[in-house]
């Protein structure tokens, strides 16, 4: 009988959203307190958002994947609209410069989030439909292409340069799995240096945070400090940990401890140790996501649940590097871990996609006939032996 890489998916992310759970509670506590004289009052709220996020895992686990295959304009279109929408007025919401966020009154959510999974479904549709013509710049590569520099447009307006680097990453990483020819995306990578370069510098604040990656301590007191206090909490967690709960920079010396920067706290309570053994735990669902892609029915099922497994990677590789002063702050959640409801919806939502591939994998069925032989055998056994 095959192994079951869709209960093997499912059982780590339950693992890493209680992991995510406690250290929400354990890093927003003392925050919360201060802030709304509830300590549980993030905790409550994640809980809620939890919630939302495991019926619509569900719903996505039980929704034929085919149904985005027949409607990708239709879905990039509404996602593009979306993100546009935080420049109406009263709608859209501005929080440390940025405008990221919708307000409809019952919800305020990160329109981004969508963005994400309507990006990859109409790339993971391009590639399928043109998998003949992979090779060819025009045919192939062009019109994904196309598609990234309005996405990557839009999201650096508000500004949004994690989600769009994201998406990069995503879609050159497609591209190479399909086959395209390596020439285009290595003209991709060096044609958006000059590009990163003037963005960089034509911002002030994204040049200090170069200048605070390049050296956190000179700047620990202005741009730099965020990343100063992350690099304590990591350091002072040493092999085991201080002990759950124990933390000091949560006591309002690290900011964001519970969202962005929610390993700094996990390292400092768990140390190293603990550090790793989460690293295991999405390197095994990493890995599961792929052996259901490569499993998938159909070339676009195979793309899709490729390309959501790869973001997933990618975001916790830039959520780590940050963390520890790898590369310049990103802004991106870590997922499943981090508190922010756009955050845990989405990715548990990711999740059920990848479920509805698996379920309609050969390998699915394959286990299922497996499973009733399996039982069938049995049956016959406790016959055999006067038991039935």
Known sequence: MNTNYNRILNYTVL?????????????????AYKRFDNPEYFLFKHLLYVGIGLVAMVILSRTDYSVFKRHPYLIISICILLVLMVYIPKIGVIKNGARRWINLGFITFQPSEILK???????????????????????GFLPGLFVMMIVAVILLKQPDFG?????????????????????????LVIAAIPAVYYIIMRSPYKRARIMAFLDPEVHK?????????SLISLGSGGLFGQGLGMSKQKLLYLPAA???????????????????????FFLIFIIAGFRIALRARDLFGM?????????????????????????????????FISYGGSSIIFS??????????????NNAVEDADALKTDLGVMVDRMARKGKV
């Open 15 to 31: 693992v890493l959203v209680s992991i995510g759970i406690v250290f929400i509670y354990s890093s927003s506590s003392v925050y």
């Open 117 to 139: 999974y309507g990006f990859v479904i109409y790339i993971s549709y391009l590639i399928s439909k043109s998998q003949e013509k992979i090779s060819s710049f025009k045919g």
């Open 163 to 187: 989600t769009t680097v994201l998406l990069l990453f995503t879609f050159l990483s497609l591209y190479f799995i399909a086959g395209t020819r390596l020439s285009y995306i290595f003209g």
């Open 221 to 229: 007191d202005t741009i730099g400090y965020q990343i100063y206090e």
């Open 258 to 280: 519970h969202t962005d920067f929610i390993l700094s706290i996990i390292g400092e309570e768990t140390g190293f140790a603990g550090v790793t053994v989460l690293m295991v």
């Open 303 to 335: 793309y899709l649940g490729s390309a959501i497994t790869i973001m997933f990677a990618y975001q916790v590789l830039i959520n780590t590097a940050v963390v520890m002063s790898l590369i310049p702050t990103k802004g991106l959640t870590l997922p």
């Open 348 to 361: 548990l939502a990711g999740v059920g996609i990848l479920n509805n591939i698996y379920l309609n994998s």
